[in-house]
Nanobody, 124 residues
């Protein structure tokens, strides 16, 4: 069992930056693939980025590539999402997720555990 708690959301102007963090509790965190998803009002939850247990392999949605960076610290049981050059269309609730599979999947069904989400609002 893994419990995930996100933090770091807030209101930021377009072009600004935010850093989201996800703290995990439970055993074997370092073995899980970690992902970030987001869900805007009236839209489906979509993949943002993810990385495998070692951090060696990452994957990003095209919409955030070059602007967002995901990283993890297995010693501290945390995963972070650095978001730069934010746009109004990045506004959403952001979720941290953990998967037992040793690959980064882009579908929600590939993840076993979810956080409660943190709101990110980008004003124009």
């Amino acid at each position: 069992q893994v419990r995930l708690v996100e933090s770091g959301g807030g209101l930021v102007q377009a072009g600004g930056s935010l850093r989201l963090s996800c703290a995990a509790s439970g055993r074997a965190f370092s073995s899980y693939t970690m992902g970030w998803f987001r869900q805007a009002p009236g839209k489906e939850r979509e993949f943002v980025g993810g990385l495998i247990w070692s951090g060696d392999s990452t994957r990003y949605a095209d919409s955030v590539k070059g602007r967002f960076t995901i990283s993890r610290d297995n010693a501290k049981n945390t995963v972070s999402l650095q978001m730069n050059s934010l746009k109004p269309e990045d506004t959403a609730v952001y979720y941290c997720a953990a998967a037992r599979l040793p690959i980064v999947t882009t579908t929600t069904g590939g993840y076993n555990y979810w956080g409660q989400g943190t709101q990110v609002t980008v004003s124009s």
